[in-house]
């Protein structure tokens, strides 16, 4: 069982940054793949990024390429997401997630998820 907290979110303008968190408790979480995603009112769950267990390598939605970043700590058993440039399309519920195995980007595929963070850019 693993449990997932975020943090992190706020209201940025665009053009700014933020850095999201992702606290995992459990002895296990090295050896799961993390995933972020999105919510906004109206539409689907989007994929964000994800990690390998490993951190070895990284996936990234086409709409944020080249201005998001994750990372993972596997010694404080946490993840990030750092989001530069961001735009008012990236606004919604950051939402981190974990499952055992290879990175996916389907959201049902991951077995836990934490309750999200806000993040919100105004232009």
């Known amino acids: 069982q693993v449990q997932l907290v975020e943090s992190g979110g706020g209201s940025v303008q665009a053009g700014g940054s933020l850095r999201l968190s992702c606290a995992a408790s459990?002895?296990?979480?090295?050896?799961?793949?993390m995933g972020w995603f999105r919510q906004t009112p109206g539409k689907e769950r989007e994929f964000v990024a994800a990690i390998t267990w490993r951190g070895s390598s990284s996936y990234y939605a086409d709409s944020v390429k080249g201005r998001f970043t994750i990372s993972r700590d596997n010694a404080k058993n946490t993840v990030y997401l750092q989001m530069n440039s961001l735009k008012p399309e990236d606004t919604g519920v950051y939402c981190c997630?974990?499952?055992?195995?290879?990175?996916?980007?389907?959201?049902?595929?991951?077995?836990?998820w934490g309750q999200g963070t806000q993040v919100t850019v105004s232009s």
């Open positions: 997630a974990a499952r055992s195995g290879t990175v996916v980007v389907r959201g049902e595929a991951y077995d836990y």
């Open positions: 459990g002895s296990t979480f090295k050896s799961y793949a």
